[in-house]
Nanobody
Framework: QVQLVESGGGLILAGGSLRLSCVASGSIGRMHSMAWYRQAPGKQQRELVALVMGGGTPIYGDSVKGRFTIARDNAKNTVYLQMNRLEPEDTAVYLC?????????????WGQGTQVTVWS
């Protein structure tokens, strides 16, 4: 069982930058996709922030394109989310997710999240 632990969140002034990290207790090499989601205050639905599959081109949510960058380091079992030009609307709990397997053997892993609060 792989566990994911996020870190790097905090309170930051609008326009600033943060880098989130997601460290896995096991190998992320076997996970065909790693992603960051966020859940804003008062909202039940999680929003996809960024996703990277193997060595493919990352996918970003429309609201973060051009500002956020996802990167995975399989050697360190870590996924990063570099967030630049932060806006108050980016305030949310950011969660790391990984997926392995396919079809009936699909397994999904989630971290507990890290809080990001952007104030202006």
């Amino acid at each position: 069982q792989v566990q994911l632990v996020e870190s790097g969140g905090g309170l930051i002034l609008a326009g600033g930058s943060l880098r989130l990290s997601c460290v896995a207790s096991g190998s992320i090499g076997r996970m065909h996709s790693m992603a960051w989601y966020r859940q804003a205050p008062g909202k039940q639905q999680r929003e996809l922030v960024a996703l990277v599959m193997g060595g493919g081109t990352p996918i970003y949510g429309d609201s973060v394109k051009g500002r956020f960058t996802i990167a995975r380091d399989n050697a360190k079992n870590t996924v990063y989310l570099q967030m630049n030009r932060l806006e108050p609307e980016d305030t949310a709990v950011y969660l790391c997710s990984g997926q392995s397997g396919a079809g009936n053997n699909t397994q999904e892993y989630w971290g507990q999240g890290t809080q990001v609060t952007v104030w202006s």
